[in-house]
């Protein structure tokens, strides 16, 4: 999984699994420690290749760290599988895409 900012968008690449999400967050607490962190960011995931349940956890915790820092968060081209696990778990509500540029 790699993880590419550019401007306002970061965009990710790969897997985003048990073994890769870990290192996925370290990279974005880095990125989000940054003094020029804006504060509206799009996370795009079309080019994430899979996904299972610990990306719906990473959502929710890249979320609850944004509410923190009273910065805004918007999902775009998440995977059908991310938005059914999500309604799975109920959290759907929470996770809600918005319409790729």
Not at 6 to 20: C, I
Not at 66 to 82: C, S
Not at 88 to 96: K, M
Request: proline content about 7%; aromatic content about 6%; hydrophobic content about 50%.
């Amino acid at each position: 999984m790699s993880v590419a900012a550019a401007g306002e968008v970061l965009v990710l690449e790969g897997a985003l699994s048990f073994e890769t999400v870990p290192g996925v967050l370290a990279r974005s607490e880095e990125y989000a420690a940054r003094p020029d962190v804006p504060q509206r960011l799009t996370i795009d995931f079309s080019k994430v290749t899979m996904v299972d349940s610990s990306a719906v956890a990473l959502l929710l915790d890249w979320l609850r760290q944004a509410r923190a820092r009273g910065a805004t968060l918007e999902f775009v081209n998440l995977p059908p599988t991310l938005l059914a696990l999500a309604r799975l778990y109920g959290v759907s509500e929470l996770i809600q895409p918005v319409p790729a540029a």
